[in-house]
């Protein structure tokens, strides 16, 4: 078994003044690590939570630890807002629903976050042999739903209404809640191969 099979392909990040390509960034890294969940269950349904299977549980359980909370606050601080004060008058109404639509996923994706974290932690510690596949399933297809209704309708709205101003607004907010520099954390931003690393701007 090939350990590079766990780590997620490395691509680099935009930079803080272009937030929405950096938003859409920490999606494709949302994606890869729901994918990794198949592969870990793939692996384990042939030799059992291993050292490798469980380094790999850690490796997800970290990126949505730190973060993928960071990346909802990014929308509902910055990005959901912005979009309501820019719209156009005619969007504003399908707007708000979809706002209230998104913010109401990130609640659900949050609890199934909370289940599935409890199943990898009893890999981890050895208590389970197995990742739950209902529980992974819920997980994986709330947030490629998710992920798909967001970069098709708000982040279209946002490519359309955001100034040039507002988007740096936004990609400072994001460099701050992160603690780094605005913008040249971006371009290089670890993708968190490995557990231990220091937390990925997306
Ligand atoms: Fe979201
Ligand atoms: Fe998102």
């Known amino acids: 078994m090939n350990a590079m099979q766990f780590q997620p392909l490395q691509h680099a990040a935009p930079g803080f003044d272009d937030p929405i390509g950096l938003l859409k960034a920490c999606h494709m890294r949302i994606e890869q690590r729901c994918a990794l969940l198949s592969r870990i269950m793939e692996h384990m349904a042939k030799h059992g939570a291993d050292q490798q299977a469980k380094q790999a549980c850690g490796m ?15 929308e509902e601080e910055d990005l959901f807002p912005a979009l309501l004060r820019h719209a156009k008058r005619s969007q504003k109404k399908k707007l708000r629903i979809l706002i209230q639509d998104l913010e109401a996923d990130h609640v659900e994706m949050e609890r199934a976050w909370r289940t599935l974290r409890a199943n990898l932690e009893d890999v981890i510690a050895g208590r389970s042999q197995a990742l739950d596949p209902d529980i992974v399933d819920r997980f ?9 209704r967001e970069e098709a309708e708000a982040f279209s709205i946002a490519a359309e209404c955001l100034p040039p101003e507002v988007l740096e607004r936004i990609g400072r907010a994001m460099a701050a809640r992160r603690n780094v520099s605005y913008p ?3 371009p290089l931003a670890s993708t ?4 231990g690393q220091s937390a990925s701007p997306a």
């Open 140 to 148: 994986q297809t709330i947030h490629f739903a998710h992920i798909q």
């Open 60 to 74: 997800v359980m970290q990126y949505f630890d730190t973060a993928a909370p960071q990346h909802h606050c990014d």
């Open 184 to 186: 040249d954390a971006g």
């Open 192 to 195: 968190q191969s490995s557990p």
